[in-house]
């Protein structure tokens, strides 16, 4: 059977596809280009820049899906309902890549990296002293409230690494629930782990109480507009490393302009690339271009799990 991995796939991935007897072509196919040049393939595999429109559902003897990654907004899914087409994807592989993002921004705006990384090329010799007093007004994270709106595998993967910096957490998410978790040190230390029941708590109060908020929800509903900014704390730190659309893009930079966030780190955008180069230039963003599951280690990780997953569809309905 024939796979195309339009958007790519890991090597690890593709040798176990590979030995298990499948054909895997890498040749992207783009978004333009007639859908007849699928028709020969049975698997369809994406990550998030190819869109699988109602269209390409149609196309050919397609019998799988596969999503290489957790959300699956760019796949119509009621349509694939329809043609009764599956659709897996790989919600573990990429938590831990997302969630040291997550404190990349926060290490970067409490720091005002993103702010002496842009000034320093330039301004560097001229203007030394003059960044330094404002890059030497930071914070440290330990003891800060960590709020956590969608308590899933990443936000989990975040709360384990807040939970190691010395922060108290604040989860919310639509089942209110406490979790328990466990906080792991390298291997070499042996057992050496710690375990820690969260309370749920409801969104309002994450949004009065944390320093910083991190979102973590599933789809692109927007789960933060102006009330929401409204609730929160002067001077808090908003980060968004779920999707775009969670966050109502205006409001974040009218909450920048006015001081009632002091930062955010943005790693996804309402469109990509973003149509409003504004929060591009605003002083107080940490910024990266959608990348949070893109290391080699969570790659890895994503070709692995995809391979699996569709080999043993397969193998299911044998």
Not at 30 to 36: C, D, I, K, T, Y
Not at 143 to 172: D, N, P, S, T, W
Not at 174 to 196: E, Q
Not at 227 to 256: D, H, P, W, Y
Request: charged letters at 20%; one cysteine or more; aromatic letters at 6%.
């Amino acid at each position: 059977m024939k796979v195309l991995a339009n958007d790519g796939i890991d090597a690890a991935g593709k040798k176990i596809l590979e030995d298990a007897g499948f054909q895997v072509f890498t040749e992207k196919i783009p978004q333009s280009e007639p859908n007849s040049r699928i028709a020969e393939f049975v698997i369809f595999v994406v990550l998030s820049a190819t869109k699988l429109t109602a269209e390409i559902l149609d196309s050919g003897n397609l019998k799988l899906f596969a999503r290489a990654g957790v959300g699956l907004d760019n796949i119509d899914m009621k349509h694939a309902g329809i043609k009764h087409i599956p659709v897996v994807n790989t919600p573990n592989a990429s938590s831990r890549s997302v969630a040291e993002l997550e404190f990349a921004h926060i290490f970067s705006c409490y720091r005002y990296l993103h702010m002496t990384n842009r000034e320093m090329p330039e301004n560097g010799m001229d203007k030394f002293n003059e960044l330094k007093k404002i890059a030497g007004s930071g914070w440290e994270v330990q003891g800060k409230k960590l709020g956590i709106i969608g308590f899933g595998r990443i936000g989990q993967e975040v709360a384990r690494m807040g939970l190691a910096l010395g922060m108290e957490i604040m989860a919310h998410d639509y089942l209110n629930r406490d979790v328990d978790l466990t906080v792991s040190f390298h291997r070499s230390y042996g057992k050496n782990n710690f375990s820690v029941t969260l309370p749920g708590h409801k969104m309002d109060d994450v949004l009065r109480q944390a320093d910083i908020i991190s979102i973590h929800t599933p789809g692109s509903a927007e789960v933060i507009g102006e009330n929401q900014f409204n609730l929160m704390k002067t001077g808090s730190v908003l980060i968004n490393c779920a999707r775009g659309g969670v966050v109502n893009e205006q409001a974040m930079i009218a909450a920048l302009k006015s001081g009632k966030l002091a930062f955010a780190g943005v790693d996804v955008f309402e469109n990509e690339p973003p149509l409003n180069d504004e929060i591009l230039k605003l002083p107080n963003v940490s910024m990266s271009p959608h990348i949070g599951a893109s290391t080699a280690e969570a790659q890895e990780r994503v070709g692995i799990e995809l391979a699996n997953r569709i080999t043993g569809f397969f193998s299911s309905r044998r």
